[in-house]
Nanobody
Framework: QVQLVESGGGLVQAGGSLRLSCAAS????????VGWFRQAPGKEREFVAA????????KYADSVKGRFTISRDSAKNTVYLQMNSLKPEDTAVYYC??????????????????WGQGTQVTVSS
């Protein structure tokens, strides 16, 4: 079993930055693709970014492209989401997810089998 714990969320003003961390325990996730998703109140959980097992391939939602960067540190069994130029519409609970049966990322949340509990990101205007 893999446990994922997100951290780094908080309250920030528009234009600010945050770095989210997704720390895995129980098993190494070095061969797993990992994605970040977010869910705002009253909305469905949506794809934000994903990274392949090697870190060589990344994918971003159009809404965050150029502002967010996903990366991973296999030695620390951790995946990061650097969020710059934050906007009020980025306010949501952010979740990381791991895909244990494939090293290729997916934009579909149904293709991930391990999820963290989420961390709240609030961007004030």
């Amino acid at each position: 079993q893999v446990q994922l714990v997100e951290s780094g969320g908080g309250l920030v003003q528009a234009g600010g930055s945050l770095r989210l961390s997704c720390a895995a325990s129980g098993r190494t996730i070095s061969s797993y693709a990992v994605g970040w998703f977010r869910q705002a109140p009253g909305k469905e959980r949506e794809f934000v970014a994903a990274i392949s097992w090697s870190g060589g391939l990344t994918k971003y939602a159009d809404s965050v492209k150029g502002r967010f960067t996903i990366s991973r540190d296999s030695a620390k069994n951790t995946v990061y989401l650097q969020m710059n130029s934050l906007k009020p519409e980025d306010t949501a609970v952010y979740y990381c997810a791991a895909r244990s049966y494939s090293g290729s990322y997916s934009l579909n949340r149904g293709n991930y089998d391990y999820w963290g509990q989420g961390t709240q990101v609030t961007v004030s205007s």
